[in-house]
């Protein structure tokens, strides 16, 4: 059992280009989210999504796209990298049952922009 | 709109020593409120949550945390900290009526262990 992961966990983008953060989760969950983590910021929603072909703008979606198609993979899609996008990325998922409110988390993928 | 505040960037205690993390948050009615804990390099782990009933919540690795629905605070103790603590701890509200579906996650407080 897997739980989360994210590939890759490093990347160096110059600016303007383009790239996709992977996340897959195992565990058949259908909640999944994307969060950017800054450096004394905390954690920030980019977007979430409560299952396959549906997802929502969290916190700080500009610049960001995402899709669904499977219950497993929630990839998140940079167009045109700027600096102000170097941060750490991070995915979760949690079930969508009464009472499974815990957010389990990918190890991140650190990206700078330059 | 929820928010969470956590008002220590930074803590350093003995290993030993007690702790205390604070939190609070901003929110109408009664949350959802968790604490996260993220080990350098490491994405985050749940510690302990709250729901509703007993204000005082045992989670893991000995932490427990209190709600205080006056003060609007949800601390996390340790009474003795171990060299295997130090790492950055988040507090986060969800909201009841949506079913936790979204966090919000408060700035962090990291913290280091002297030996």
């Known amino acids: 059992n897997a739980g989360v992961t994210q590939t890759p966990k490093f990347r160096i983008l110059k600016i303007g280009q383009s790239m996709t953060l992977q996340c897959t989760q195992d565990?058949?969950?259908?909640?999944m989210y994307w969060y950017r983590q800054d450096p004394g910021m905390g954690l920030k929603l980019i977007y979430y999504?409560?299952?396959?072909?549906?997802?929502d703008k969290g916190e700080v979606p500009n610049g960001y796209n995402v899709s669904r198609s499977t219950t497993e993979d929630f990839p998140l899609r940079l167009e045109l990298a700027a600096p102000s996008q170097t941060s750490v990325y991070f995915c979760?998922?949690?079930?969508?049952?009464?009472?499974?409110?815990?957010?389990?988390f990918g190890p991140g993928t650190r990206l700078t922009v330059t | 709109a929820q928010s969470v505040t956590q008002p220590d960037i930074h803590i350093t205690v003995s290993e030993g020593a007690s702790l205390e993390l604070r939190c609070n948050y901003s929110y109408g009615a009664t949350p959802y409120l968790f604490w996260y804990v993220q080990s350098p390099g490491q994405g985050l782990q749940l510690l302990l949550k709250?729901?509703?009933?007993?204000?005082l919540v045992q989670g893991i690795k000995g932490f427990e945390a209190e709600f205080k629905r006056s003060q609007s605070s949800f601390n996390l103790r340790k009474p003795s900290v171990h060299w295997s603590d130090a790492a950055e701890y988040f507090c986060a509200v969800g909201s009841v009526r949506q079913g936790a579906q979204k966090l919000v996650f408060g700035q962090g407080t990291r913290l280091t262990i002297n030996p």
């Open positions: 709250y729901f509703s009933g007993d204000t």
């Open positions: 565990m058949n969950h259908n909640y």
């Open positions: 999504s409560v299952g396959a072909g549906i997802t």
């Open positions: 979760a998922s949690r079930a969508s049952g009464q009472g499974s409110y815990e957010q389990y």
